[in-house]
C-alpha cells in the first residue's frame, strides 16, 4: 500500500517556523533574575540590578531617581566547597565575547578564582559601541562594575575582601574609575566593600577626559597590573604607561606587563587582523586630563585650566578615526599566566 502525503500549506510551515524560533530565542535569553547570590547560586547566567548614570558627577549623586535596568553576568565558580577569591571581566565596545565565557573562566577556575562576566550592552539593547560610545554611558560601565561587586560578594563561596576586576578596553576605562577614592566614598558600599585589585587590560582611560589628575589619595592603594600590547593603535601604549607611572609614583602599587607584537584585543579566539575604519579612539597625545575634586580639565603638559575655546581646541586635536584588532593565542595566554601570578601574589594563594 502506497503511503499517501498531504501538502502542507507554506503559511502553516511558516508559522510554525515563527513559533519555532521565538521558542528558542526565548529560551536563549531567558535567565534567572536575582537580588543576591546568598543561597549560594550555582554557575549560570543571572539578570540583577544596576541603572545608567550619564555622567560621573550623577554616578557620584547616587540613583535619585529609583530607574534601574537589569544588566547580566555569568558567573563561573570552581568546584570546591572553600571560600574562593574572584574576578569581574568587563568587556570594552564591542560587548562581550567568547573569550570572556570561555578562556578567561577556565584561566582562571585552573587557578582557583571564580570569575564575573558582565554583560552590559546586550540588556540594553546594543551590541556595540565601538563607531558611537554614546550609545551606552560610561558611567554607567562604572555602575554596573560597583553591582557586579555587591552581588558577587553576597555568595558565601567567595572571599569579598578578595575580589579583583579586570577590564578590557572601554572596560579599562571603568576599572580605573572604580579604584578612584572619591568614586568609591560615593557608593556607599557595605562594611567597607571595594574591589581588592586592578587590571585595565589594553584600556582605554589613559588619555583624554576619561583621565585623572593623579595626586596622591586620588586612586585607592589596592594593586594594580596594566597588561598591554605594544602593537595597540587604539588605545596605544605610551598614555598607559605613563598614566601607570604617574599612578604608581603617587602611591599604588603599579605592575605593566608588556605583550611584545600584541594588538588591541589580542584575546580574541579570531587570530586575524582587522582594520576597524569606523571605530572613534582617543590620541595617545590627547593633553585632557580631569581633577576629580573639581570636575575642571587640565593640559596635562603645561598643568594650565583648560576652559572655554582652549578646551575646544584640545578636544578637536585628540578624537581620530580606525584602529586594528587581532587576536593572538601566544599573547593572551602571556596576559593570563600574567594576572594569575599577580593576583595569587595579591591574594595570598
Given at each position: 500500500?502506497?503511503?499517501?502525503?498531504?501538502?502542507?500549506?507554506?503559511?502553516?510551515?511558516?508559522?510554525?517556523?515563527?513559533?519555532?524560533?521565538?521558542?528558542?530565542?526565548?529560551?536563549?535569553?531567558?535567565?534567572?533574575?536575582?537580588?543576591?547570590?546568598?543561597?549560594?547560586?550555582?554557575?549560570?547566567?543571572?539578570?540583577?540590578?544596576?541603572?545608567?548614570?550619564?555622567?560621573?558627577?550623577?554616578?557620584?549623586?547616587?540613583?535619585?531617581?529609583?530607574?534601574?535596568?537589569?544588566?547580566?553576568?555569568?558567573?563561573?565558580?570552581?568546584?570546591?566547597?572553600?571560600?574562593?577569591?574572584?574576578?569581574?571581566?568587563?568587556?570594552?565596545?564591542?560587548?562581550?565575547?567568547?573569550?570572556?565565557?570561555?578562556?578567561?573562566?577556565?584561566?582562571?577556575?585552573?587557578?582557583?578564582?571564580?570569575?564575573?562576566?558582565?554583560?552590559?550592552?546586550?540588556?540594553?539593547?546594543?551590541?556595540?559601541?565601538?563607531?558611537?560610545?554614546?550609545?551606552?554611558?560610561?558611567?554607567?560601565?562604572?555602575?554596573?562594575?560597583?553591582?557586579?561587586?555587591?552581588?558577587?560578594?553576597?555568595?558565601?563561596?567567595?572571599?569579598?575582601?578578595?575580589?579583583?576586576?579586570?577590564?578590557?578596553?572601554?572596560?579599562?576605562?571603568?576599572?580605573?574609575?572604580?579604584?578612584?577614592?572619591?568614586?568609591?566614598?560615593?557608593?556607599?558600599?557595605?562594611?567597607?566593600?571595594?574591589?581588592?585589585?586592578?587590571?585595565?587590560?589594553?584600556?582605554?582611560?589613559?588619555?583624554g577626559i576619561f583621565r585623572f589628575l593623579v595626586k596622591p589619595g586620588v586612586f585607592s592603594k589596592a594593586p594594580m597590573l596594566f597588561i598591554h600590547g605594544d602593537a595597540d593603535d587604539y588605545t596605544p601604549i605610551e598614555a598607559c604607561k605613563d598614566y601607570a607611572?604617574?599612578?604608581?609614583?603617587?602611591?599604588?602599587?603599579?605592575?605593566?606587563?608588556?605583550?611584545?607584537?600584541?594588538?588591541?584585543?589580542?584575546?580574541?579566539?579570531?587570530?586575524?587582523?582587522?582594520?576597524?575604519?569606523?571605530?572613534?579612539?582617543?590620541?595617545?597625545?590627547?593633553?585632557?586630563?580631569?581633577?576629580?575634586?573639581?570636575?575642571?580639565?587640565?593640559?596635562?603638559?603645561?598643568?594650565?585650566?583648560?576652559?572655554?575655546?582652549?578646551?575646544?581646541?584640545?578636544?578637536?586635536?585628540?578624537?581620530?578615526?580606525?584602529?586594528?584588532?587581532?587576536?593572538?593565542?601566544?599573547?593572551?595566554?602571556?596576559?593570563?599566566?600574567?594576572?594569575?601570578?599577580?593576583?595569587?601574589?595579591?591574594?595570598?594563594?
Amino acid at each position: 500500500m502506497r503511503a499517501t502525503t498531504r501538502p502542507v500549506h507554506p503559511l502553516r510551515v511558516l508559522a510554525v517556523g515563527a513559533i519555532l524560533c521565538a521558542t528558542l530565542v526565548g529560551h536563549a535569553l531567558a535567565q534567572e533574575v536575582v537580588t543576591s547570590f546568598a543561597n549560594g547560586a550555582p554557575n549560570g547566567k543571572y539578570a540583577f540590578a544596576s541603572w545608567t548614570p550619564k555622567t560621573l558627577p550623577e554616578l557620584m549623586k547616587g540613583n535619585t531617581t529609583g530607574e534601574t535596568v537589569n544588566i547580566v553576568g555569568h558567573l563561573f565558580v570552581p568546584p570546591g566547597n572553600a571560600k574562593v577569591p574572584a574576578v569581574v571581566l568587563v568587556h570594552g565596545s564591542g560587548g562581550i565575547y567568547e573569550a570572556e565565557l570561555d578562556y578567561w573562566p577556565k584561566q582562571f577556575n585552573a587557578a582557583g578564582i571564580a570569575v564575573f562576566t558582565l554583560d552590559m550592552f546586550g540588556p540594553r539593547g546594543v551590541k556595540s559601541t565601538a563607531e558611537d560610545q554614546s550609545q551606552v554611558p560610561f558611567a554607567a560601565d562604572v555602575a554596573d562594575a560597583f553591582a557586579a561587586l555587591k552581588m558577587l560578594a553576597t555568595h558565601p563561596r567567595i572571599d569579598a575582601q578578595r575580589i579583583a576586576v579586570m577590564g578590557f578596553s572601554r572596560g579599562g576605562t571603568a576599572a580605573l574609575r572604580v579604584d578612584v577614592e572619591r568614586v568609591i566614598a560615593s557608593q556607599k558600599l557595605p562594611d567597607g566593600l571595594r574591589y581588592a585589585a586592578v587590571i585595565p587590560t589594553y584600556a582605554g582611560g589613559c588619555a583624554g577626559i576619561f583621565r585623572f589628575l593623579v595626586k596622591p589619595g586620588v586612586f585607592s592603594k589596592a594593586p594594580m597590573l596594566f597588561i598591554h600590547g605594544d602593537a595597540d593603535d587604539y588605545t596605544p601604549i605610551e598614555a598607559c604607561k605613563d598614566y601607570a607611572d604617574k599612578i604608581a609614583k603617587a602611591g599604588t602599587p603599579v605592575e605593566f606587563v608588556v605583550i611584545e607584537g600584541a594588538h588591541h584585543k589580542f584575546d580574541a579566539d579570531d587570530p586575524k587582523r582587522y582594520h576597524l575604519r569606523s571605530v572613534t579612539r582617543t590620541k595617545p597625545d590627547c593633553p585632557i586630563e580631569i581633577d576629580i575634586d573639581t570636575m575642571i580639565a587640565h593640559d596635562r603638559t603645561t598643568g594650565a585650566p583648560l576652559k572655554g575655546e582652549a578646551y575646544q581646541t584640545a578636544m578637536k586635536s585628540c578624537g581620530a578615526i580606525g584602529a586594528t584588532v587581532e587576536g593572538s593565542t601566544r599573547a593572551r595566554d602571556k596576559a593570563a599566566q600574567a594576572a594569575i601570578v599577580f593576583l595569587k601574589k595579591t591574594f595570598a594563594l
